[in-house]
Every structure is written in structure tokens, then in C-alpha cells.
């Protein structure tokens, strides 16, 4: 049977991917489309073809020979835009990852290397498959070599195929022929000059006659129309440099390696952690599927009647001992218990040992802090177990948090993983031994031994990955953060997320209802300078009334029309008065859709309240997130947005709320680290901080700051710690790019020991691979050692930027934890309720409120001592407006 080798043109393949894939980025804000577009083609492309050689050609950004023959070539052509830049490297890395061979050349492009090793091929008896989205490579067509051009149509990507033959028929010529009309056509991408006045039709036709250009030349008098016959004879040096910049080169000095190229195993261990890192969860079970065999316990102990638990509780050693619980739509379907010595152990609850016995006798396994239980994400178990056995029981390690700050940027921290980065294991997911997108009731369906394998050998996972994780931690400085801070801030989520939060259902009916009357009247008001109706969320229609009807400049237009994003719009907002309500509408629709609408839809019916869950280990910075709802995102700038706050109220009238919140705690944090002695004073002296840098930068007294100048000090301040650049401030203030450098100079004139610490910071992360907050909150930086500029430069800002934010993530942390303690332990019936970025939220007894508004402040100041003051204040109000 004849070998096939597939070479694709990778510049061309991953550009129509990043165009085809909106935009996508993982944890640690890398982009991600271009590579997971590119994955997708190839992948498809591979089923269908089913090559034995694969290969991927890249142009380099040099200057190849069609540079120095023509300065002009490719001189209209765009720059790489900055989000598909970054992808390059990530691509080059995942193909190596999946041992698939890749070639570039200086002074020569992918197009030539292309038709070099499709050429060898064919010497060598390969047949080639040829794939690019560039219609250039039709010329290398024959009868045995493919072109393939993958297009997108509605929104679907299909591929044509082209032999010699296909050419042909839908251009009229041989596919050497091609590059003869493409001579005299020219090409506006590539800025190849051609014939001026004659198209692709008038060239077609001239070569289909005179069959090559210097046949054409030779006849130019007989050439019609008179226009082209005319040109052809005055720009036939033109059309012969045309035709040598659009010939693809097939004798370049470079060989085929088959060996090289041969298609192995390309969905390996390191390739699967590539796209675990990249976070294209679509495509994990292919590269899973080919791995090594999962390991699992085979040997272990049953226990399935009352009698037998009650033994083996009875007999239960206190040691060290990991443990899962498996529930199924909150049905305890057992317990599955690991032990060094013991081994693994599967309790199963059914008919001969019910989900009361079982709990029943598992409480003192799970209430004696002698045993030193280990679990897997146990914020879900502390609320299974404090309802089933009266307590919350006291875990004392927890692996996925672990997990999770030894890798803050991971994708998941699943028992799968756990296997692969601490053991070196294979281990199947829970997806994918239930089956994927089925319920978990699918577990029920699983034979016996499936069950129990699978069971406990999650628990022994964790038990072995625990002692790995514990080593890893002491040896990073980290014990202090898992035990004394994130450890109990387990217990702190857990009963916030119990606990929840009281909605006043009236207030958001109304709230709902007043959105839909604001929206309703921008609506009009909009149609009313449009000048006509049409779709307001629809991006292409909304394109063509702003550039087209109204003829507003800046259109981005894209193969499915303008851009309208926000970033557009804004640059716009002062061109026409439609736009500044365009932008509003959005924002509008958003609190509608989002909150309003949303909020009622996760409202509990019979408390009124709504339960969000608070997420440990997603942010890379150590920040809180919230889900299901949001209420971190809620829009406090607008003030419609501050308003949904009123709709948060106590549960009843014995209660009201104190809201606390740190006073600039980020730019506190970054005094400290720096050790800058003008702000360190500043705080200390509990001056203005923005009126300060405004008098500082602006060069004008104290007291005589205007309103603007500080408000514009208070963008260079906060922008700083997110390592700003001039032309963002630029774009935030509404200056020149010249105006903000030199606010920025100013800044770090006046304050020399940030910029020393920022330089340092940087310098540091590049060195060590990491960054870190005050409490050892590290931070992997391998960005800084890209070759790739932007790639590089989004590294040093998130270097810059990660200590500052993850220590004030931890000092709010350590906060929670104290203020739950002392109202646990000081009886209160207050409770905290809500986390807020620099925000606490107590739904507080009214008896309480003095004593509870001190433990509050007392905690939150006291929380870390720094070389400035921490600063807080405490509000109380009938509901969350009213205490903000």
C-alpha cells in the first residue's frame, strides 16, 4: 500500500483557526483559539486522510529572497495581531510535544518548504497531501499530489480538494499555468505588483490562449481587450518579477526526514499536560486515550453489612487515613477508606447497611481529630457530614487545595491529575469512568468491581499524593499558607455557602421591572437617532448603522462585518450620541440578564435566599471567586449596579449588616514590599495617597490639587500595580501617549524604591520562575522566558502585579478565618456571610453589632503587620446598600 505524508502550511492553517475560534483564554490569560482551531483542522483533517508522515512548515519572520529581489513584497500586509503572536511559541511547543516534525528556513518561506518536501516525497514514492489556506499552493498540484484548503462556511469548517485536474476545471489551466495568470493578476495580499488593468478573469483567459508569460509577452499585440495589450507590452518586466515571486521554490537545500516525520505516539503524557495547561478540556480524552494503563487497586477489603461496618469501625486504628465519599444526588452510596497498612477499604451503603447506620457508625471516625483524615475538594463534605453526622468534622488535609498551591494556574485538580503530576500514574477521571454526559447515576450502572476500583483508588491517590504534596510544601515555605490559612478557610466557605444569603424578592421584581423600562427607553431613543429599527444585540447589524448609515471612521471590518466590542464603541462614545447609549444599553441588558433575571432564577423558592459557591483554587493569584451567582462581578460603578444591592437585606428583623472593607489595601501592600519611605509616611500619616502623587508628579502644593489631578494620580496609582503601560493610561485618562509617559516617568522619580521593587521583581521571577506574595503564595512565570515579545511583556505584568494582589487575597483571607473563629468561639448569633474581593459582609444580631463591628475591625487591621497601617472601615445599614 502507497505511503502518504500530509504537510501543512502552520502560518496559514493557525491564522484561519484564530479567525475561525472566537477568542479563548485559559487561567493564567494565554490565548488559546489559535491552537485549539489548529488542533481541531488537523485532527480532521488526520481522521480523514490518515497519513503515515505528518509535517508542518512555518514561515520565519526574516527576509526571505523575494525580499531582496522586491522590497515591496508583502509590504501591505497587517502585522500578526498581539493575541495570535502569543500562540506561536504555544503551538511550535504543542507540536513538539506531540513529536510532530516541524521545518522553517531563513530566507525562504513555508510555501517553498511545502513544495521542497512535497517534491522529495514524490521522488521517494510518498504521496503528498498538501494543506493550506493560500491558493498559491494549487500550483503544486499533479496527479497524485492534493492541495487542500480548508474554508469556513456558516460557521463550519470544509475543505477543498484540488489534483491537477480540479485546477482545470474551475480556473481553465494546468496548475504551472496558475502561477502565469497570477504573474499578470497580481496579488494584493502579497503586494505582487502583476499587470495594472488586468484582473483574474482577463489573465485566466490570456494564459488559457498563450498557455505561459513569455508566450503572452511575445503575442502582447493580439492581446484583448486593446487596455491589457497595452500594459502587458508596458509592464512585462513587472509581470516576469510577479511571476518569480509568486513561483513556490521546490529544490530548496533542505531533505525529507521519514523518519523524522513518521506519525507516532503524539497523544503522550506530555503532550496531554501541554493541553491540560492550555485548558482545551474538549480535546482531553484524545490525548488521554493512547496513554499508559491506569493503575488501580485490585486487592482491598468489602464491607457491605451493619454488622461488618460496626466491626471495622470498632477496629479502626487511628492513623493516617485518606478518604471519598461518593454520593449520588445526595444518596450516599459509600465510603471508600485508604490506610497504609489496612490497605484500601470499600463500605457500601445498601439494603444491608442503610445511609443512617452508616453515618451513624462513621462518626467517630470522622469526629476523633485522632485519625488524620485526608480528602479531595472537602468544602462539598463538610456539608454532607455536618447534616448527616450533627458536626463539622475536622479534616486535616485537604489535596486538591494542595494541589492547587503547589500549581495555582492548573486547570483542574481532579483525582486524574493528582495521579499524573504527583505519582507519575494514569488514572481515569470520574467523567470518564461514569460515562461523559451522563448523570452521576450512571455510577449506580457500574458492575461491582468497577465501583469499588474505582473508589478506592481515589482514595489511595490521595493518600499517596498527600505525602508528596506535604514534602513539596515545606520545601517552598508554604506550610503556614496550606495549615493556617487555607486549611480553615475551608470551614469559612463552607458555612457561608450553608448559610446564604436573604433576597427581597419584592425589590428585585421591581428592580427587574425598572430595568425593562430604562431598556425600553434607551431602546427608542436609539431607533430615534438611527433612524430605522433593528436588532441592538446583533453585532452586524448594529456595524452597519455606525459605518455605513451614519459613516462613523474606525470600522474594524471582519469577515462577519464591523466590530462593534466595547473597546470600539468607547474610542467612539464622542463621535455620535448613539454610541454613548449603545454602550449604556449593554449595560443595562447585562444587569438584566445577568443579576435581575439571574438572581431570581438561583433564588432558593421556600428560604428566599440564594447559595453561591465560593471557589478556592481557581484564581492564580489566591483571590476568592464566586459562582452561581457571581456577586463579586456585581457593577459598582454604575449606579443602577450600586442599587442591586438594596435587594440583599437579613433574614428578618433582628438582624441588620455591617460591611467592612480595606481602604486602599493593595496600594498599602505595595508601600511595604517596596519599602518606599514617601508612601510608607503617607499612610502612616493617614494622608490623601492620590492628592499626595498628584502633588507629587504634577508639581503643584498639597492643597492646591484639583479634583481632575487627583483623579488622574489615582489611575497612575492603581495602574501601577497592575504594571500599566503608557498606552493603556493613555486610553483610561483620555491623553496622549506622550502626556502619560511622562506621568509615569514622574511617578517613579518621586517614588524610586517602586520602580526599584518592580525592576527587581521582574528580574527576580526570570531568574527563579516564579513570584510570590508575603505568605510564600507562589506563582509560576513561564512567560518570562518566551522569545516571543508580547508573550514576555504579558509575563512581566502579571510578575509585577501577582505579589501585591495575592498578598492582600491573603490578608483577607486571614481575616475570615479570625472573624469566623471569634463569633464561633465568643457564641454569637452573627454570621459572616459574604467575601467581596477587600469586602467582609456580617448579617449581624442586633444585640451584637458593637461587639461584633469591633471583632470585625480588630481582625481585619490585625490581620498582618505591615510597615503601614492597615485601615478599615465598618458601616451598618438594613441591607447591603445601605452598610456599603
Known amino acids: 500500500m502507497t505511503e502518504k505524508i500530509m504537510l501543512i502550511d502552520g502560518n496559514s492553517i493557525v491564522n484561519r483557526a484564530f479567525y475561525g475560534v472566537p477568542l479563548l483564554t485559559n487561567s493564567a490569560g494565554q490565548y488559546t483559539n489559535g491552537v485549539y482551531g489548529f488542533l481541531n483542522i488537523l485532527f480532521k483533517l488526520m481522521d480523514e486522510e490518515k497519513p503515515d508522515y505528518l509535517a508542518v512548515a512555518f514561515d520565519l519572520h526574516a527576509p526571505t529572497f523575494r525580499h531582496k529581489e522586491f522590497g515591496g513584497y508583502k509590504g501591505t500586509r497587517k502585522g500578526m495581531p498581539d493575541e495570535l503572536r502569543t500562540q506561536m511559541p504555544l503551538l511550535k511547543e504543542m507540536l513538539q510535544a506531540m513529536n510532530i516534525q516541524t521545518y522553517e528556513m531563513e530566507g525562504y518561506e513555508a510555501d517553498d518548504i511545502l513544495g521542497t518536501l512535497s517534491a522529495k516525497a514524490e521522488e521517494q514514492g510518498v504521496v503528498p497531501v498538501v494543506v493550506s489556506g493560500d491558493r498559491d499552493l494549487l500550483q503544486l498540484a499533479s496527479e497524485t499530489l492534493k492541495v487542500r484548503i480548508p474554508k469556513t462556511k456558516g460557521g463550519r469548517t470544509e475543505t477543498e480538494d484540488y489534483y491537477a485536474k480540479d485546477v482545470v476545471e474551475k480556473y481553465g489551466v494546468t496548475p504551472l499555468e496558475f502561477i502565469d495568470v ?63 515571486l509568486a513561483t513556490i521554490i521546490r529544490d530548496m537545500p533542505i531533505s525529507l526526514d521519514k523518519e523524522g516525520t513518521k506519525i507516532g505516539n503524539m497523544f503522550n503524557a506530555t503532550a496531554y499536560d501541554l493541553v491540560k495547561r492550555l485548558e482545551l478540556k474538549s480535546m482531553f480524552d484524545r490525548f488521554e486515550k493512547d496513554e499508559v494503563q491506569t493503575t488501580q487497586i485490585q486487592d482491598f477489603h468489602g464491607v457491605y453489612s451493619f454488622d461488618e461496618a460496626k466491626i471495622f469501625f470498632q477496629n479502626l486504628e487511628n492513623k493516617e487515613t485518606a478518604y471519598i465519599i461518593l454520593m449520588d444526588e445526595s444518596v450516599c452510596q459509600g465510603l471508600a477508606l485508604y490506610q497504609e497498612d489496612l490497605g484500601g477499604v470499600w463500605l457500601e451503603v445498601g439494603e444491608e447497611l442503610t445511609e443512617e447506620q452508616f453515618f451513624a457508625l462513621a462518626k467517630p471516625f470522622f469526629s476523633d481529630d485522632r485519625f488524620i483524615k485526608i480528602g479531595h475538594d472537602i468544602k462539598k463534605d463538610l456539608k454532607i457530614l455536618g447534616a448527616s453526622i450533627g458536626e463539622m468534622p475536622k479534616i486535616s488535609f485537604d489535596t486538591a487545595i494542595g494541589a492547587y498551591i503547589l500549581n495555582p494556574t492548573g486547570s483542574s485538580y481532579d483525582y486524574d491529575d493528582l495521579a499524573k503530576t504527583f505519582l507519575n500514574q494514569v488514572f481515569p477521571s470520574g467523567e470518564e469512568v461514569l460515562g ?10 457500574l458492575s461491582e468491581e468497577e465501583r469499588k476500583n474505582f473508589a478506592v483508588t481515589q482514595a489511595k491517590v490521595c493518600f499517596e499524593a498527600k505525602k508528596i504534596m506535604e514534602k513539596q ?76 448609515k451614519l459613516g462613523l471612521k474606525g470600522g474594524k471590518k471582519t469577515k462577519t462585518g464591523y466590530s462593534t466590542a466595547a473597546d470600539v464603541l468607547e474610542k467612539l462614545k ?85 460591611d467592612a472593607d480595606y481602604s ?18 503617607a499612610f502612616r500619616n493617614n494622608q490623601d495617597i492620590h492628592r499626595l502623587t498628584a502633588s507629587q508628579v504634577f508639581h503643584v502644593p498639597f492643597d492646591e490639587v484639583t479634583s481632575l489631578q487627583r483623579s488622574n494620580a489615582k489611575a497612575v496609582n492603581f495602574g501601577i500595580v497592575y504594571g500599566i503601560g503608557s498606552f493603556s493610561l493613555s486610553q ?106 477587600d469586602e467582609l459582609l456580617i448579617e449581624t444580631y442586633i444585640e451584637e453589632r458593637e461587639a461584633v463591628a469591633r471583632i470585625l475591625k480588630e481582625n481585619m487591621e490585625q490581620a498582618a503587620e505591615l510597615s503601614v497601617p492597615l485601615d478599615v472601615e465598618v458601616h451598618e445599614g438594613n441591607s447591603w446598600f445601605e452598610a456599603k
Not at 486602599?664 to 514590599?673: D, G, K, N, W
Request: proline residues 3%; aromatic residues 8%.
Open 182 to 244: 497570477k504573474a499578470l493578476m497580481g496579488d494584493a495580499s502579497d503586494n505582487i505588483p502583476g499587470v495594472p488593468g488586468i484582473g483574474e478573469k482577463t489573465a485566466a483567459k490570456i494564459i488559457r490562449e498563450y498557455h505561459d508569460l513569455e508566450n503572452a509577452i511575445a503575442h502582447a499585440s493580439e492581446v484583448k481587450p486593446k487596455k491589457a495589450a497595452e500594459n502587458l507590452a508596458e509592464f512585462q518586466a513587472q509581470a516576469r518579477l510577479s511571476k518569480f
Open 436 to 445: 461523559k454526559g451522563k448523570s452521576k447515576k450512571a455510577f449506580c450502572i
Open 473 to 548: 510544601l515545606a520545601e517552598n515555605g508554604q506550610t503556614e499558607l496550606f495549615y493556617d490559612i487555607e486549611m480553615p478557610l475551608i470551614y469559612v466557605l463552607a458555612d457561608m455557602e450553608e448559610y446564604g444569603i436573604k433576597v427581597d424578592k419584592e425589590a428585585l421584581l421591581l428592580y427587574q421591572k425598572n430595568l425593562e423600562t430604562s431598556i425600553d427607553i434607551i431602546t427608542k431613543e436609539i431607533f430615534s437617532l438611527s433612524g430605522e429599527e433593528f436588532n441592538l444585540n446583533s453585532p452586524k447589524q448594529l456595524g452597519v448603522i455606525l459605518f455605513e
Open 574 to 658: 464622542y463621535e455620535h450620541p448613539m454610541v454613548e447609549k449603545i454602550l449604556y444599553y449593554r449595560q443595562l441588558a447585562k444587569l438584566k440578564s445577568t443579576y435581575a433575571d439571574g438572581l431570581l432564577a438561583v433564588m432558593d423558592e421556600k428560604t428566599e435566599k440564594i447559595y453561591s459557591t465560593f471557589n478556592q483554587t481557581i484564581t492564580a493569584t489566591g483571590r476568592i471567586s464566586s459562582t452561581e451567582p457571581n456577586l463579586q462581578n456585581i457593577p459598582v460603578r454604575l449606579e443602577l449596579g450600586r442599587e442591586l444591592r438594596k435587594v440583599f437585606i437579613p433574614e428578618n428583623r433582628e438582624f441588620c449588616f455591617l
Open 664 to 681: 486602599q489595601i493593595e496600594l498599602r501592600v505595595l508601600a511595604h514590599i517596596a519599602g518606599d519611605e514617601t508612601l510608607i509616611n
Open 732 to 837: 483610561d485618562l483620555g491623553i496622549s501617549r506622550k502626556e502619560a509617559e511622562q506621568y509615569i516617568a514622574a511617578y517613579f522619580a518621586k517614588y524610586p524604591n517602586i520602580k526599584k521593587y518592580l525592576n527587581e521583581t521582574i528580574q527576580h521571577a526570570t531568574e527563579e520562575g516564579y513570584v510570590s506574595t508575603l505568605w510564600n503564595r507562589r506563582r509560576a512565570m513561564p512567560e518570562l522566558q518566551s522569545n516571543n515579545f508580547v508573550q514576555r511583556s504579558f509575563g512581566e505584568r502579571v510578575a509585577m502585579n501577582m505579589p501585591i494582589q495575592g498578598s492582600a487575597a491573603d490578608i483577607i483571607k486571614i481575616a475570615m478565618v479570625h472573624v469566623h473563629k471569634a463569633l464561633k468561639e465568643g457564641g454569637y448569633r452573627s454570621r459572616l456571610i459574604l467575601q467581596v474581593h
